[in-house]
């Protein structure tokens, strides 16, 4: 394992946060707090007018929570991850600088939630797949994604996808809205670099008040609803579909689920 997780450099005015944690950058709480830290070094640092947020691994943007780890702590530790995952993904919405996701692989669970708290999202063409498939855990996608892919593409096109976990191509994330533009593999990062520079270029304190008064106008509530997704996610921690879920993904096995 990397001796870190994530990291941020600059160059010239545009910022790159890289997730580095083998082989699938699954995260676990310290992961989550590497991630805070670098979106407040982007933040903070003066000389950024944009961010790139992108993956060392070429198959995988992120598989999301570490559903070992997650099988592994108490309801408590699971709470306090969805916790410090919300208060760290809102950060990029708060801050006056563009968030662009590159996502070059899966993005599954939390890592779509990653993907979906930027400001937009640029994929790779490619045979991978895309969607919040939570429920198959007996769980739902607990940093944000309720929220936030439902306010993207409709309550119910989002509610289909969360409540059969489905998980979709990067041609239908891109027909259903999930990501703004998909280019060839070889082509993600240098497209997506060269936006993140143009806007770097451009007019950044309009762009700025252009990105705050959507996601303000636009979500006037959403800290509500973060709220209730955290009170919800805590109630399945203490349930038994979501222990076998856990304990299926761990022995490889299809779950059985009792509805309890």
């Known amino acids: 394992m990397p001796e870190s997780m994530v990291t941020f450099n600059a160059e010239a005015a545009v910022g790159f946060i890289t997730l580095n944690r083998p082989p699938a950058n699954s995260f676990e709480i310290s992961f989550i707090r590497e991630l805070n830290a670098a979106i407040e070094a982007a933040d903070c640092d003066k000389t950024v007018k944009a961010v790139v947020v992108k993956s060392a691994s070429e198959k995988f943007f992120s598989a999301g929570a570490d559903i070992k780890a997650f099988h592994a702590n108490d309801v408590a530790a699971n709470v306090e991850l969805i916790r410090v995952s919300h208060q760290t993904l809102d950060k990029m919405a708060a801050s006056q ?3 662009v996701a590159a996502i070059n692989g899966h993005a599954l669970g939390g890592g779509l939630e990653v993907a979906l708290a930027c400001d937009l999202r ?4 490619g045979n991978y797949t895309i969607g919040l498939p939570e429920v198959t855990l007996g769980l739902l996608p607990g940093a944000g994604g309720t929220q936030r892919l439902s306010r993207l593409i ?3 096109r989002a509610l289909e996808l969360m409540i ?3 998980r979709v191509s990067p041609q239908d994330a891109l027909r ?5 533009r998909l280019f060839p593999t070889a082509e993600l990062l240098s497209e997506t670099e060269a936006f993140a520079r143009r806007l770097a270029e451009g007019a950044t ?12 106008g636009a979500n006037p509530e959403i800290s509500a609803g973060l709220a209730l997704e955290r009170k919800l996610i805590e ?3 203490n349930t038994d579909d979501a222990q076998e879920g856990f304990a299926a ?3 490889k096995r299809p779950p059985v689920y009792r509805g309890s």
Do not use: Y
């Open 122 to 125: 640029f994929a790779a063409e």
């Open 205 to 216: 304190v309009a762009i700025g008040a252009i990105k705050q008064a959507v996601h303000r």
């Open 164 to 166: 059969t976990g489905e």
């Open 249 to 251: 993904f761990a022995e």
């Open 97 to 99: 600088k563009v968030f």
């Open 235 to 237: 109630m399945l921690f």
């Open 176 to 180: 259903l809205g999930i990501v703004n």
């Open 154 to 156: 409709g309550t119910s």
